[in-house]
């Protein structure tokens, strides 16, 4: 007896040659993942902190240093925007002459996905995406050649967590007298309230059970010793944050680690659910262990090869406005209280690079990021749903508006099944619109799915409509953090669904005609 599977993956790695051209994947015609192709200078993608990754970079021509005096007051950002836009063409920009800083800054590290996948150790995100499903509904073994076959994986993943080490490079320099001013921390966007600290991981410890939380919050810098904390509610810190109180205590240590290898930093994003520890994603897309050092002023342990901690803590009961920030919805969030971090040692490299990135409306960095999320987290949506085909949160809903999910459709109502499970599901329940199709439809092209909408819907039928907990950044929401949310049923209706016609065929050509008609473009070299 072998345990329920779910349907293979989708696929979408990139041949060389094969251009923008669809491919054909188990009967449908699915759009590759561009650019996927592998470097040529090295075999090797495992990077043991930023400095790797960036060598890899520049030897592929997709990091531009820039000597020309920029500053971090809004002039960074107006080259970074500009980059951005070029998608796949955006290159790494490494800004060497920060006037009034001694550190280079660095922004779009993963702004196209060459780069997103080279930062994955793969040519392919799927692949890691596949890794997973093995490891989460693998075939129970019969016999005892078959738990033989079952020990290197769990070989594999015994390797994964985390290991504290003596020293590491980020301990170079201990500065006891910290003063963030002199961080090159950019204005963004000429509305912002003031410097943002954009790409920290925020190492924290849940105060009754030490489970570890890593995530990336912006910290607006108020002065030398103080930034904002925006960990918003729905979010691990801020579960952290507010058990401080259960527990009667009134200080939490926090530290903001900037830089590290690509999979360290990528995991920081990563939705992962309460009391999984990030780290132990990234040892296992890096297959290796992420190395630890305690830091100097706190007790919290972070990666050793990062460029440099921010040290500090948060204490319960003081809030400080935050705010106006460019968000990634391409609008200002508006001015909300959130906690105070008070830095108390930073550890750094003796010539450290700062790490950020800028956000607005897409294309920007963190769309890759997000791409690499819908491609890796796809197995673990696929255990609670394994009736889900593919899945895709287009850059035009800034993560939280849409998300477009193919099924293998069973039964009448299956497909609001689906939307119903999805916003039960950690950060799904931000989701404002999900569009449910057959799996015949390849949702990563933004116009079939539309096609699908227009052709396959009744309003007052095929459209669910609740209300429940939004992404607080939706400022669209009648309330903060609340309002409703609509499913909409674009698969082909049944007998049973409110059908009371016959529901016609799609218009295909037979096979034979096709590739008749295909081979006599060639020939014609048309």
Same mark, same amino acid.
Request: hydrophobic share 40%; net charge negative.
């Given at each position: 007896?072998?345990?329920?599977?779910?349907?293979?993956?989708?696929?979408?790695?990139?041949?060389?040659?094969?251009?923008?051209?669809?491919?054909?994947?188990?009967?449908?015609?699915?759009?590759?993942?561009?650019?996927?192709?592998?470097?040529?200078?090295?075999?090797?993608?495992?990077?043991?902190?930023?400095?790797?990754?960036?060598?890899?970079?520049?030897?592929?021509?997709?990091?531009?240093?820039?000597?020309?005096?920029?500053?971090?007051?809004?002039?960074?950002?107006?080259?970074?925007?500009?980059?951005?836009?070029?998608?796949?063409?955006?290159?790494?920009?490494?800004?060497?002459?920060?006037?009034?800083?001694?550190?280079?800054?660095?922004?779009?590290?993963?702004?196209?996905?060459?780069?997103?996948?080279?930062?994955?150790?793969?040519?392919?995100?799927?692949?890691?995406?596949?890794?997973?499903?093995?490891?989460?509904?693998?075939?129970?073994?019969?016999?005892?050649?078959?738990?033989?076959?079952?020990?290197?994986?769990?070989?594999?993943?015994?390797?994964?967590?985390?290991?504290?080490?003596?020293?590491?490079?980020?301990?170079?320099?201990?500065?006891?007298?910290?003063?963030?001013?002199?961080?090159?921390?950019?204005?963004?966007?000429?509305?912002?309230?003031?410097? !943002?600290?954009?790409? &920290?991981?925020?190492?924290?410890? %849940? /105060?009754?059970?030490?489970?570890?939380? =890593? $995530?990336?919050?912006? *910290?607006?810098?108020?002065?030398?010793?103080?930034?904002?904390?925006?960990?918003?509610?729905?979010?691990?810190?801020?579960?952290?944050?507010?058990?401080?109180?259960?527990?009667?205590?009134?200080?939490?240590?926090?530290?903001?680690?900037?830089?590290?290898?690509?999979?360290?930093?990528?995991?920081?994003?990563?939705?992962?659910?309460?009391?999984?520890?990030?780290?132990?994603?990234?040892?296992?897309?890096?297959?290796?262990?992420?190395?630890?050092?305690?830091?100097?002023?706190?007790?919290?342990?972070?990666?050793?090869?990062?460029?440099?901690?921010?040290?500090?803590?948060?204490?319960?009961?003081?809030?400080?406005?935050?705010?106006?920030?460019?968000?990634?919805?391409?609008?200002?969030?508006?001015?909300?209280?959130?906690?105070? !971090?008070?830095?108390? &040692?930073?550890?750094?490299?003796? %010539? /450290?690079?700062?790490?950020?990135?800028? =956000? $607005?409306?897409?294309? *920007?960095?963190?769309?890759?990021?997000?791409?690499?999320?819908?491609?890796?987290?796809?197995?673990?949506?696929?255990?609670?749903?394994?009736?889900?085909?593919?899945?895709?949160?287009?850059?035009?809903?800034?993560?939280?508006?849409?998300?477009?999910?193919?099924?293998?459709?069973?039964?009448?109502?299956?497909?609001?099944?689906?939307?119903?499970?999805?916003?039960?599901?950690?950060?799904?329940?931000?989701?404002?619109?999900?569009?449910?199709?057959?799996?015949?439809?390849?949702?990563?092209?933004?116009?079939?799915?539309?096609?699908?909408?227009?052709?396959?819907?009744?309003?007052?039928?095929?459209?669910?409509?609740?209300?429940?907990?939004?992404?607080?950044?939706?400022?669209?929401?009648?309330?903060?953090?609340?309002?409703?949310?609509?499913?909409?049923?674009?698969?082909?209706?049944?007998?049973?669904?409110?059908?009371?016609?016959?529901?016609?065929?799609?218009?295909?050509?037979?096979?034979?005609?096709?590739?008749?008609?295909?081979?006599?473009?060639?020939?014609?070299?048309?």
């Amino acid at each position: 007896m072998t345990a329920p599977t779910a349907p293979a993956l989708p696929d979408y790695r990139f041949t060389p040659g094969q251009g923008t051209a669809p491919e054909q994947v188990d009967g449908r015609l699915l759009r590759p993942l561009r650019g996927a192709t592998p470097p040529s200078t090295k075999t090797d993608l495992r990077y043991k902190d930023l400095r790797d990754f960036l060598k890899l970079l520049e030897a592929e021509g997709e990091l531009v240093r820039i000597t020309a005096p920029v500053s971090n007051d809004l002039e960074i950002t107006a080259i970074t925007d500009l980059m951005n836009k070029r998608g796949e063409a955006s290159k790494a920009l490494l800004f060497e002459n920060v006037p009034g800083y001694d550190m280079p800054v660095l922004m779009n590290t993963f702004g196209n996905s060459r780069r997103m996948n080279w930062a994955l150790g793969t040519t392919d995100m799927n692949e890691i995406a596949a890794e997973i499903q093995g490891m989460l509904v693998p075939d129970l073994p019969k016999g005892f050649l078959e738990k033989l076959k079952m020990l290197p994986k769990l070989a594999q993943m015994a390797q994964f967590p985390p290991k504290l080490v003596k020293d590491g490079p980020v301990k170079e320099v201990i500065d006891s007298k910290p003063d963030l001013l002199r961080l090159p921390v950019l204005k963004c966007w000429p509305e912002d309230g003031g410097r !943002f600290i954009t790409f &920290g991981g925020i190492y924290s410890h %849940d /105060p009754a059970s030490g489970h570890r939380n =890593v $995530g990336l919050y912006r *910290m607006q810098v108020y002065d030398g010793q103080t930034t904002g904390m925006h960990w918003h509610r729905h979010k691990g810190g801020a579960e952290q944050y507010r058990s401080l109180r259960e527990l009667g205590k009134d200080r939490m240590e926090v530290a903001c680690v900037i830089g590290g290898d690509p999979a360290t930093i990528y995991s920081a994003s990563a939705p992962l659910p309460n009391g999984i520890d990030e780290l132990l994603l990234a040892g296992f897309i890096r297959k290796s262990p992420v190395e630890l050092v305690k830091c100097a002023t706190i007790d919290v342990e972070v990666p050793a090869h990062a460029e440099m901690v921010l040290e500090g803590y948060v204490s319960l009961d003081e809030e400080r406005i935050e705010g106006p920030f460019g968000d990634h919805t391409g609008y200002y969030t508006l001015p909300e209280p959130y906690p105070v !971090f008070h830095v108390t &040692g930073i550890m750094r490299r003796k %010539d /450290p690079i700062y790490l950020s990135t800028v =956000v $607005g409306k897409p294309p *920007m960095e963190d769309c890759w990021l997000g791409k690499a999320t819908e491609r890796i987290f796809l197995p673990l949506l696929r255990v609670q749903l394994p009736e889900v085909v593919d899945m895709h949160l287009p850059w035009e809903g800034v993560f939280h508006n849409f998300v477009f999910v193919s099924i293998k459709k069973a039964y009448p109502g299956h497909a609001k099944k689906v939307m119903s499970c999805l916003w039960g599901l950690g950060q799904m329940m931000f989701s404002k619109y999900i569009v449910v199709v057959d799996a015949d439809c390849d949702v990563q092209d933004i116009s079939e799915v539309l096609f699908r909408i227009g052709a396959h819907t009744s309003p007052g039928r095929d459209a669910m409509i609740i209300e429940g907990p939004l992404d607080v950044l939706d400022h669209a929401a009648p309330y903060f953090g609340l309002g409703t949310k609509m499913g909409i049923d674009a698969t082909n209706k049944w007998p049973g669904e409110g059908v009371v016609r016959d529901w016609p065929a799609p218009m295909t050509l037979p096979p034979a005609a096709r590739a008749k008609a295909e081979a006599l473009l060639r020939d014609l070299g048309l």
